[in-house]
């Protein structure tokens, strides 16, 4: 149910900036009639709303209202101020932006993001300082011992996961990505 009223609050408002008033020989007209309402619905909105409780713990409801919070496996981004959560029944991977942060209200619903779907299951992240990456898989951060990153000697903007000293997944436009977002993490030879 929450989840319903955070995406009922975000269309009210984005019809209300939709209307636009249009100034005709002195007479104020609303134009609503051309405005395509279906693109108003914001695509990487989750079906999830999470709520922060006192002592680091949440609440996760899907869009029916469904209480899901034992369904679900989260864990704090690199950044520690994100929330990232795997539900294990619909196998969607969300994100809540600035859940930890100090100025998140606790007892409030969030809007929470898709994180894009990943053919392998597995998606990564760069850090905050460029300095490393990290893979999650289903809610749970892997092992890092396992993986090493080459540059692509075909190709020298992407960049070769290699997993156990085998070339696997592969990076595409390393340099277009943005730290402390999360991207799916592609086979090698897709």
Same mark, same amino acid.
């Given at each position: ?10 269309? %009210? ?10 100034? @005709?020989?002195?007479?104020? #007209? ?9 693109? &108003? /619905? ?10 922060? =409780?006192? $002592? ?18 989260? =864990? ?6 994100? +929330? +990232? ?9 969300? %994100? ?6 100090? #100025? ?5 619903? +969030? ?16 850090? @905050? ?5 990290? %893979? %999650? !898989?289903? $809610?749970?951060? =892997?092992?890092?011992?396992? /993986?090493?990153?080459?540059? @692509? ?11 156990? $000293? ?7 436009? &390393?340099? $277009?990505?943005?730290?402390? !977002? /999360?991207?799916? =993490? #592609? +086979?090698?030879? !897709?």
């Amino acid at each position: 149910m929450k989840a319903k009223i955070i995406a009922l609050t975000s269309f %009210i408002a984005a019809v209300y900036a939709g209307t636009t008033s249009a100034q @005709n020989t002195g007479t104020n #007209e609303s134009k609503t009639e051309n405005t395509n309402y279906s693109n &108003l /619905f914001d695509d990487d909105l989750s079906e999830f709303a999470v709520m922060k =409780l006192d $002592g680091g713990l949440f609440k996760v409801e899907d869009f029916d209202g469904n209480n899901v919070t034992d369904d679900v496996k989260a =864990l704090k981004t690199p950044n520690k101020l994100d +929330l +990232l959560f795997y539900e294990q029944k619909s196998g969607a991977t969300t %994100i809540c932006y600035g859940f930890y942060s100090t #100025e998140t209200k606790k007892n409030k619903w +969030l809007e929470c993001r898709i994180v894009p779907g990943s053919t392998t299951g597995l998606h990564w992240t760069l850090s @905050n300082d460029f300095k490393s990456f990290y %893979i %999650i !898989q289903n $809610g749970a951060y =892997l092992d890092m011992s396992m /993986f090493k990153l080459k540059t @692509n000697p075909s190709n020298p903007d992407e960049y070769v996961v290699q997993e156990n $000293g085998v070339d696997k997944y592969v990076l595409h436009d &390393l340099k $277009g990505k943005y730290p402390d !977002q /999360f991207y799916p =993490l #592609e +086979l090698l030879n !897709q």
